[in-house]
Every structure is written in structure tokens, then in C-alpha cells.
């Protein structure tokens, strides 16, 4: 185990100039984590912030501005007036088009006026808050003004997208590296300021129960999830051009899989754990055509309903996006590591938009105990929004017999830490300001994420998706991302949380202890329009519940007994009553069902007996 680091102390004196201080990204993320570093004493005395933009305003302008901002997009439960003021005090403005040398000129003078004689003028940190179309043209110009050559240290801080292809993000590289040297470009991903994903490698590091397992003997295979309940709202243009493989699987889940995977480092030196970065991220084998189209699903939501039961446009409706667009808002992809740790273990990926929950969780599942049935072991990472890392095994149930029953073991930030809410910027601010690059992309790491996912990129511009949309919005996402795992004998373990299983009348008003049972106990299942579901007169017992979609249930002579929709379950009665399937269920639309299987529907209702008496009186009022 590597030494570890102290308490955090204040950051490094510092001036930061912000160029594109008027945007977004300033106003939501930027001031509100200076803010927090305030709040928390992380900022030096030392320390300047000076903005840049178009619009023109002067200092007095900005920093009014600011002070309305904050109020709106600070993440504290309540405003302290008093670090505000001293961050205020401290902010400084200067108009100028991003092509004008001019601006750069008078912006040297600031940065040279503000931080003139102080501790800060040996610590310029350059944060690019503009589009990355500019990039190339600022970057000249802050060499022209002379940027590269100011005295002490100097910091390009560059946020994504960092390329849209393997050949413009080596571009964008080789135009970076011509003003700056690599120790001195500071590549954000956000996905590294989360709590929760820093947390893999430590957890990984300081906890020396998994290390003798944490390898392809041990684990059957890792999943890596990051669903979104919102469509792409106002960012259409950038998005229809963008897609998900670039806007989140290239980066935040390679940052994801990499903590995940990568050799534990030898130190927390930011080079040693960058090098076991990269170093995993070149053992991922490139796909070739034919595996990409066979191994990688593409998805795209059309119209559907909300979680809240609004609707949902579809992709092609959404503001600025083309009406005919073949641009995929979900990819589920599988992924092997050529290394001697993981040869022979699958990754599977998946991000998309417009899904029927947000979540980012990363699940380990091990290999099955052999002659031991039931569910094998999993270790869960949650990043978010639930924040924690749980544990599912299985137990022995209390009681005379010997069964085992699936039982989980949980940390939960929330509940082990008191910490403050934050934008997530914070520690990558702080980590600039104090030259710390670990959190931080660096070229070879992007060159080969890029790598990875070129391949796919490429055999998906040569074809359209002809199904296009494929999965409805608030939905599961489409069908062939859960045969993509089927084929391997494997599914995607959803982690359920308790509002999905509320929304049935079944489950509405149960206990807590029930609900987490069945959290733990049920699976989703997607299903296309006309599939048969349960067949009359079969044995099988499952439940299931239906979160989407209509269906139909047929009795013996073929006549339709009734529909099923949202919220209703069906295939109880054959269970409580112990006799075979009285009717078939087939789906009239895509479907996203909740199953439990017999075995845990018949534990719950032994151990919750008020449960049953609750669904026997739910199934005897449907009758
Ligand atoms: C951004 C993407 O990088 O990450 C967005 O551009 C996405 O499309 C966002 O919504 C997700 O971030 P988070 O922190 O909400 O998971």
C-alpha cells in the first residue's frame, strides 16, 4: 500500500484565468467549486481569478454577475456570505474576441498587473471554458502574447470533447504539444472528480481482500453502466454530431474501466498510476469490423413516456437534431483485456440517453461457488446518484432448514462520510493549482481511448441502423443489448431501486424489509412486441411485473381474458395456487417486465405472510 496523503492543507498560491468566463460552464461548475474551496479555507491567500470573454463587461460587471450566479448554482445547504466575498474580491475581468491578438496582449497585462509581485505570479493556470473549435487559434495566440514563457509554472486546462475521432483528437494532441509540454496540458474528464470513481482506486489499493481475486480466475466478468433518465435536451446540435460512443464511453467509462482494471500502481505518483492507466487501457483488444458489428449494439430512443409519466419525444424530435438522424444515443459494447490479469474475461459496456433510470454503477460479478446454486457474488461500485459499494451474497435464511437466501451488504457515503455536496470540480481545481496532473487525461491515454473505440465508430458510419428508433424513451434501452449478453449465458444485473418496484399496486405499499428483498430479488426483462411470455397451461412459476408496455392475456379457448399495462402483475395466481399457467401472456408492444423467479416469489411470501394475504387480495379483485 502506498503512503497515503495528509489532510488537505490550501492550495498553491495561483491565478487562474478563465477564457470563456461568460459561458455555462463558469456560472454551474467553475465558481461554485471555487466557491466550496472557499467555503472549506482550500484557497490561498494568493490566489486571482481572471475572467475572459466576448461579452463586454468590466470587472465590476463580472463580478455582479457572479454574485447573482452563485446564488442560483451554489451546492451548499446554505450560503455563507463571507468566503463569497472574499472569492469576489478576487475575480477580475478582461473583453476580448478569442481571434484578436490584442486580447491576449492586454490579458498578459492583467495576469501580470493582478499577480504582479505576489506568490500567485509563479502559478498561471490557463482554463479553456470555450468550444474546442478555438482551441488550435488560442493556443497561438497565447504563445504569441507570450503565455508559454511566463516565470514559474504554467497550466493548459482543456475540457472535453477532446476529438471527435482518433485523428482529430491526435491533431488536437500535436497542436497542444507545439505551445505546451505534456506536463503542463491539464485534460479534464469530470467522471475523475467524482468521489465515487477516485474510490475505485483506492478501494482497490487499501483493501487487500480483493487483491488475491481481483483477476480472471477469480471474475467472470465486470459490467459498466451509466444510464440517463434525460434525452439530450437543448444540446441537440452537439450531440447529433457527437453520439454516445464520443461523449461518454470514450472518456468517462474508459477513465471507469481503466480504475477498474488497470495493475495496481506501485505508488500514487502521478506518472505510475497514469502509466498503469494507459498501459491497461492498450491491453483492451481492437476490434476489428466484423467483431464491432457482432459485439457492439447502437440504440436510439424514439417517443415514449417518462418515468413520471409525461412523454417523451423520440431523438429525431428533439430541437436541432435531423429528422432522419442515424446518431445513437445508447451503445452497449463487449470488450476483452489482453493482459495475463483478465485474458479471457468480457467487459461489457453500456451508456445511453433517455433510459427508465440514471445510474452509473459498476458491477463485478465473480465466478459461481462450484455445486453451490443461486446467485454468484457481485461487488458493486454505485458512483451515482446513489453513492456507496455493496456487496451481494448469498446466506443462510433463518429457520430449521438449510437455504440460502441472496443478501447484500452495503456502504453508503452518505452514511460514513459528512461531506458537502459538491460540483465535482473541485478537486481538480485544487489538483491544478497545486500541479498534481493524476486526475487528469493524459495524450497517451486519450490517443488510445480513441483507439479502442475507432473501430466502432467506423463500422457504424459504414451502415445505417435501419431500425432506428429502437427502444422507446424511459424505457430499458433495446432488446439487442440484453441478447448481446444472453449469447454468453450472462444478463445485465440492474440495480433496482425501491421507486420502480412503488410504482406497482402489488409492491406500493410494502414494507421496507419487502422492498429491499425484492430490490435485491428482481430482474428486468425487455421483450419485443408479440413475444409470448408465459404459455397456458405451463408449470412455470415466475412473477412478473409490468413497468411498460400493453399485453394480452388468452385463456384455453383462445378468447382474450383481458390487458395487462403499467403497474399490473401477472403469473401470481399459478404460484399461490399452486397449478399450472391459466392463461398466456403475450406482449402487444415492447415491454420492459420485472421478474421474479418462483423460488424467490415463494421466499418472500413465506417470510412477509402479510404480503401474500396482499397479493391474494389484489390477484382475487383482478379475477
Ligand atoms: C457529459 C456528457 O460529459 O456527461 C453529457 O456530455 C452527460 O451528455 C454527462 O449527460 C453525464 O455526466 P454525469 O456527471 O451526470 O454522469
Given at each position: 500500500m502506498p503512503e497515503q496523503r495528509s489532510r488537505a492543507t490550501v492550495a498553491a498560491p495561483g491565478v487562474l484565468v478563465i477564457l470563456g468566463a461568460s459561458g455555462d460552464l463558469t456560472k454551474r461548475l467553475l465558481m461554485p467549486a471555487l466557491y466550496n474551496l472557499a467555503c472549506d479555507g482550500l484557497l490561498p491567500p494568493e490566489f486571482t481569478v481572471i475572467g475572459m470573454a466576448r461579452r463586454p463587461l468590466d470587472t465590476p460587471a463580472f463580478r455582479e454577475q457572479q454574485r447573482q450566479d452563485i446564488q442560483r448554482f451554489h451546492t451548499r445547504r446554505e450560503f455563507d456570505a463571507g468566503p463569497w466575498e472574499w472569492l469576489e474580491s478576487r475575480l477580475h475581468y478582461t473583453a476580448g474576441e478569442f481571434g484578436d491578438p490584442d486580447a491576449y496582449r492586454r490579458l498578459r497585462e492583467t495576469v501580470l498587473e493582478v499577480g504582479g509581485g505576489t506568490a500567485s505570479a509563479g502559478n498561471t493556470l490557463l482554463y479553456l471554458a470555450i468550444s474546442p473549435e478555438f482551441f488550435e487559434t488560442v493556443n497561438g495566440l497565447l504563445d504569441a502574447a507570450g503565455f508559454t514563457q511566463l516565470p514559474g509554472s504554467r497550466k493548459i486546462i482543456v475540457e472535453k470533447p477532446f476529438g471527435k475521432d482518433l485523428d482529430s483528437a491526435v491533431a488536437l494532441n500535436r497542436s497542444l504539444l507545439a505551445h505546451w509540454r505534456e506536463d503542463e496540458i491539464y485534460r479534464i474528464d469530470h467522471y475523475l472528480g467524482?468521489?465515487?470513481?477516485?474510490?475505485?482506486?483506492?478501494?482497490?489499493?487499501?483493501?487487500?481482500?480483493?487483491?488475491?481475486?481481483?483477476?480472471?480466475?477469480?471474475?467472470?466478468?465486470?459490467?459498466?453502466?451509466?444510464?440517463?433518465?434525460?434525452?439530450?435536451?437543448?444540446?441537440?446540435?452537439?450531440?447529433?454530431?457527437?453520439?454516445?460512443?464520443?461523449?461518454?464511453?470514450?472518456?468517462?467509462?474508459?477513465?471507469?474501466?481503466?480504475?477498474?482494471?488497470?495493475?495496481?500502481?506501485?505508488?500514487?505518483e502521478p506518472t505510475v498510476v497514469r502509466d498503469e492507466k494507459s498501459r491497461l487501457l492498450h491491453a483492451v483488444r481492437l476490434l476489428g469490423r466484423e467483431q464491432a458489428v457482432r459485439d457492439c449494439v447502437r440504440g436510439q430512443y424514439g417517443p415514449g413516456t417518462n418515468a413520471d409519466g409525461t412523454t417523451a419525444v423520440g431523438y429525431r424530435q428533439e430541437p436541432n437534431v435531423d429528422p432522419h438522424s442515424n446518431n445513437a444515443t445508447y451503445a452497449a459494447l463487449k470488450l476483452h483485456l489482453d493482459n495475463d490479469r483478465w485474458a479471457g474475461m468480457p467487459v461489457y459496456l453500456r451508456s445511453g440517453k433517455s433510459l427508465w433510470k440514471r445510474g452509473t454503477e459498476i458491477v463485478v460479478q465473480f465466478k459461481p461457488q462450484p455445486g453451490v446454486d443461486g446467485e454468484p457474488n457481485l461487488l458493486i461500485f454505485h458512483i451515482q446518484p446513489f453513492q456507496g459499494v455493496e456487496i451481494r451474497m448469498q446466506a443462510k435464511r433463518p429457520g430449521p432448514t438449510f437455504h440460502l437466501q441472496r443478501a447484500g451488504m452495503r456502504f453508503d457515503y452518505a452514511e460514513t462520510f459528512e461531506a458537502t455536496r459538491g460540483t465535482g470540480y473541485e478537486v481538480l481545481l485544487y489538483s491544478a493549482l497545486n500541479g498534481d496532473?493524476?486526475?487528469f487525461s493524459r495524450t497517451d491515454f486519450v490517443e488510445a481511448s480513441w483507439?479502442?473505440?475507432?473501430?466502432?465508430?467506423?463500422?457504424?458510419?459504414?451502415?445505417?441502423?435501419?431500425?432506428?428508433?429502437?427502444?422507446?424513451?424511459?424505457?430499458?434501452?433495446?432488446?439487442?443489448?440484453?441478447?448481446?449478453?444472453?449469447?454468453?449465458?450472462?444478463?445485465?444485473?440492474?440495480?433496482i431501486q425501491r421507486d420502480v418496484l412503488m410504482r406497482s399496486e402489488f409492491f406500493a405499499k410494502a414494507p421496507s424489509v419487502l422492498l429491499n428483498n425484492l430490490a435485491l430479488a428482481c430482474q428486468p426483462l425487455a421483450v419485443d412486441a408479440g413475444t409470448t411470455i408465459v404459455e397456458q397451461g405451463e408449470r412455470k412459476s415466475d412473477l412478473y411485473v409490468v413497468c411498460r408496455g400493453e399485453l394480452e392475456a388468452i385463456g384455453a379457448t383462445g378468447d382474450r381474458l383481458g390487458l395487462l399495462r403499467a403497474g399490473e402483475c401477472f403469473g401470481e395466481m399459478a404460484l399461490l395456487d399452486d397449478r399450472p399457467r391459466n392463461a398466456t401472456v403475450r406482449a402487444m408492444s415492447p415491454c420492459?417486465?420485472?421478474?421474479?423467479?418462483?423460488?424467490?416469489?415463494?421466499?418472500?411470501?413465506?417470510?412477509?405472510?402479510?404480503?401474500?394475504?396482499?397479493?391474494?387480495?389484489?390477484a382475487a379483485r383482478r379475477r
Open positions: 467524482k468521489e465515487t470513481v477516485q474510490n475505485l482506486l483506492a478501494f482497490r489499493m487499501a483493501n487487500g481482500m480483493f487483491a488475491p481475486l481481483w483477476n480472471a480466475n477469480h471474475i467472470d466478468h465486470i459490467q459498466i453502466s451509466a444510464t440517463e433518465t434525460v434525452g439530450v435536451e437543448t444540446r441537440g446540435e452537439y450531440y447529433d454530431k457527437t453520439g454516445v460512443v464520443r461523449d461518454m464511453i470514450q472518456n468517462h467509462l474508459m477513465q471507469m474501466l481503466a480504475y477498474v482494471c488497470m495493475e495496481p500502481p506501485a505508488s500514487l496532473p493524476t486526475l483507439q479502442i473505440v475507432q473501430p466502432i465508430l467506423d463500422a457504424w458510419k459504414e451502415s445505417r441502423a435501419a431500425d432506428f428508433p429502437n427502444y422507446p424513451a424511459g424505457t430499458w434501452g433495446p432488446l439487442a443489448a440484453h441478447a448481446l449478453l444472453a449469447r454468453d449465458g450472462r444478463r445485465w444485473n440492474e440495480c420492459d417486465l420485472l421478474v421474479l423467479t418462483a423460488t424467490d416469489f415463494r421466499r418472500i411470501v413465506e417470510d412477509f405472510p402479510e404480503a401474500e394475504a396482499e397479493f391474494r387480495r389484489i
